[in-house]
């Protein structure tokens, strides 16, 4: 077999099967395209002129399409339009290094169509709710490559992927304590664990924003409590979202019960976080791990358990459902319950002075 060898590729001929191909390469990987046989371009100049023309048509194919494969576009992803909140980040980083580059990252995007996207999800072995945030990320990798032109404008082909029970919730419904079950679970805690569990059921806090309070976000005089950021895995990092942000009456129950955790710690500076971890020297508060190893030892509740009960009692007091979308934080107010209008900061002092006092009824009397 005698190659000519080109600039944009090689002509060879196969005297065994008596055709002409054209080889070349294409994103690094080699090609090869039939030209015609031998009897029909008895030259290597004719076959060459045959091979200039499927040139050409490959070049104009190419222009029309993406020529980048799904595991670069997902680099660039990372690099230029991930979110920057550090749990968002962290949940979209799984899915691509799971599942979405595994299966398609060696392959074109234009090649990442609705009907084996549909059929490879029907075959994973995850909950709809999950395939449902793998779909709206292939959605946006689709959307951020069009935002970059490796792909004309058009509808997303995602958009007709359809996932079974998507609309199903796959977990049991949120387990809440009673006010005779949180006050046994925390007989059964230590400090500072007993405390955290406090403030997380009387401000219904989730406990990436419980544990990076700090005493600068309490005012002492006029009895409020700034939630101002979070943590996920030891990074600290915003808020949920700018409803979460807020600043909130600390009864004056709760307050004692924060000076008297103040005089415990030995970490009590303004700057310190008010859980400051003795075996981080201060430098970060206790962790997610071991606040929720100590609240399964004490009685098999998890960290949420508190927010969800938050919710419970203030149903429990007759608090007013659009107090309770306020005092939850709650950006979109459908998540409790689809109830608008506006509440005075007196009826949020109430409602808080009750949950507290249902909290401590028996924690101090004991």
Same mark, same amino acid.
Request: hydrophobic share 40%.
């Given at each position: ?24 390469? @294409?994103?690094?990987? #080699?090609?090869?395209? *039939? ?5 029909? %371009?008895?030259? /290597?100049? !004719? ?63 234009? @090649?990442?169509?609705? #009907?084996?996207?549909? *059929? ?5 072995? %995850?909950?709809? /709710?999950? !395939? ?78 419980? %544990?990076?309070? /700090? ?152």
């Amino acid at each position: 077999m005698k190659r000519a060898r080109h600039k944009q590729g090689s002509v060879v001929c196969d005297k065994r099967r008596r055709v002409w191909n054209y080889l070349f390469c @294409e994103n690094g990987v #080699r090609r090869t395209k *039939l030209i015609g046989t031998i009897s029909d %371009l008895p030259t /290597k100049a !004719k076959a060459w002129r045959v091979a200039e023309s499927i040139r050409g048509s490959l070049e104009k194919s190419a222009s029309s399409t993406t020529t980048v494969s799904v595991k670069e576009l997902v680099e660039q992803y990372r690099i230029e339009k991930m979110p920057a909140r550090i749990d968002t980040r962290r949940t979209y980083g799984a899915w691509l290094t799971n599942h979405i580059v595994p299966r398609w990252g060696e392959l074109r995007l234009t @090649e990442v169509q609705a #009907r084996p996207v549909e *059929l490879w999800l029907k075959g994973l072995t %995850l909950a709809p /709710k999950s !395939k449902v945030h793998i779909r709206g990320l292939l959605r946006t990798l689709w959307e951020f490559a069009m935002w970059r032109g490796d792909v004309p404008t058009q509808r997303n082909p995602m958009e007709l992927v359809a996932i079974k029970n998507a609309s199903k919730k796959a977990r049991p419904k949120a387990r809440c304590l009673t006010v005779a079950e949180f006050q046994e679970f925390v007989q059964q805690l230590e400090e500072p664990f007993c405390t955290i569990a406090l403030v997380c059921v009387c401000f219904g806090l989730r406990i990436s924003e419980c %544990l990076v309070l /700090k005493w600068a976000d309490i005012d002492w005089i006029n009895g409020k409590l700034r939630v101002e950021r979070g943590i996920v895995a030891q990074n600290v990092d915003d808020v949920k979202s700018s409803e979460s942000r807020k600043q909130m009456t600390i009864d004056g129950s709760l307050l004692e019960v924060l000076k008297t955790w103040k005089q415990t710690t030995q970490f009590f500076a303004n700057e310190d976080w008010i859980f400051a971890s003795p075996f981080q020297i201060g430098r970060l508060p206790y962790s997610y791990d071991q606040v929720w190893r100590s609240f399964k030892t004490a009685g098999n509740v998890s960290t949420h358990v508190m927010r969800h009960s938050y919710r419970s009692w203030l149903d429990a007091v007759g608090t007013p459902l659009a107090v309770q979308q306020k005092l939850m934080r709650h950006s979109d107010i459908r998540i409790t319950m689809n109830v608008y209008g506006d509440v005075v900061t007196d009826e949020m002092a109430q409602a808080h002075s009750k949950v507290v006092g249902l909290a401590l009824n028996r924690v101090h009397s004991a």
